[in-house]
């Protein structure tokens, strides 16, 4: 038996890629204004990508097996 994740597990990631989609987009913005500085930026993103695979493992995504 596979061990997929639920489709609630899957609907919780996937809200949660899409915060993350959402903030870089900011994070961008801000940067690209200078209202942020590159390490600035590059350390929120970095602080934002750490919470999303945290979220991933404890939701136990895995990706399915692609092999024939």
């Given amino acids: 038996m596979k061990d997929y994740a639920t ?4 609907m919780l990631f996937d809200a949660n890629l899409r ?3 959402n903030r870089v987009g900011i994070i961008c ?4 204004g200078h209202k942020l500085s590159p390490e600035e930026a590059y350390q929120r ?24």
Wanted: hydrophobic share 40%; glycine share 0%.
């Fill in 29 to 32: 913005a801000l940067e690209a």
């Fill in 19 to 21: 915060e993350f989609a």
């Fill in 45 to 68: 993103v970095k602080k934002l990508w750490k919470t999303l695979k945290r979220s991933k493992r404890n939701l136990n995504i895995r990706a399915p097996d692609t092999t024939c």
């Fill in 7 to 10: 489709f609630a597990e899957s």
